[in-house]
């Protein structure tokens, strides 16, 4: 059995004294769909919402010492945050989740209550996401971006000092500048906002879709920008 580790919101189980006895990394997240009876027609036609569910991840742990002195500890570290924090463990070296602590379950003291076996529950995104998807390119005009898994990716896409006549196209979709602005720009293609620091930039640029990376290969094209950036985001699940 490997004995391992998770780190969540940037404090890792075992500078807590948690070792993880088991891992519920690989776990996928169901489909979202909906499905409808017809009258006269066996089975249900079913109708998919074009999301996935959120997961709850569970690590089976344990604490082999000084349980009483170190349960507070824990239950802090597990609701240290709010919103979406990445979560990381040794089982899979490749991917991270995005996910919040809901909490430690069922406590199961030993030894005189010395050590403990316990439960770290997450309410995650039900996208695992690739670490490499996390390396920012820099790409020229006409270059090609690979998506290596089989999702849609939705990335973060920055640049420099768009022009009012700015293009930036990923496959067939494209952002056309309104304005022009002087700094840095970001379109975050999961928020579906584009910005500048503080400052709300959707006004500045005609949307109709958000780009996204399709599986294999997607031909990235721009004018009237500079320093153009992607953070891809694959994922899979």
């Given at each position: 059995?490997?004995?391992?580790k998770v780190s969540y919101n940037g404090t890792s189980s075992d500078s807590l004294g948690i070792f993880l006895s088991g891992s519920g990394t690989y776990n996928a997240a169901e489909l979202d769909a909906t499905a409808y009876e017809i009258p006269g027609r066996n089975g249900d036609l079913i109708i998919p919402n074009n999301r996935y569910k959120n997961i709850e991840v569970t690590y089976p742990a344990f604490v082999?010492?000084?349980f009483e002195t170190r349960v507070q500890?824990?239950?802090n570290w597990m609701r240290?945050?709010?919103?979406?924090?990445?979560i990381e463990d040794n089982y899979d070296s490749t991917h991270y989740r995005m996910?919040?602590?809901v909490g430690v379950l069922e406590f199961t003291p030993a030894q005189i209550n010395r050590a403990a076996n316990l439960q770290l529950v997450f309410n995650c995104k039900p996208q695992r996401f690739l670490k490499t998807g996390d390396t920012a390119v820099n790409p020229s005009s006409g270059a090609t971006i690979s998506n290596?898994?089989?999702?849609?990716?939705k990335p973060e896409i920055s640049f420099k000092n768009p022009t009012s006549s700015a293009t930036l196209t990923i496959g067939s979709i494209t952002v056309t500048a309104t304005s022009a602005y002087t700094g840095v720009v970001v379109i975050d293609c999961e928020t579906q906002n584009i910005?500048?620091?503080?400052?709300n930039?959707?006004?500045y640029f005609n949307v109709t879709n958000f780009p996204v990376l399709k599986p294999g290969n997607n031909t990235i094209t721009y004018s009237g920008v500079t320093n153009v950036t992607v953070i891809p985001h694959y994922w899979e699940l």
């Open positions: 059995m490997k004995i391992g082999p010492n000084d500890a824990v239950r240290s945050a709010e919103g979406y924090k990445k996910g919040m602590g290596p898994t089989q999702y849609d990716a910005y500048s620091g503080s400052n930039l959707n006004s």
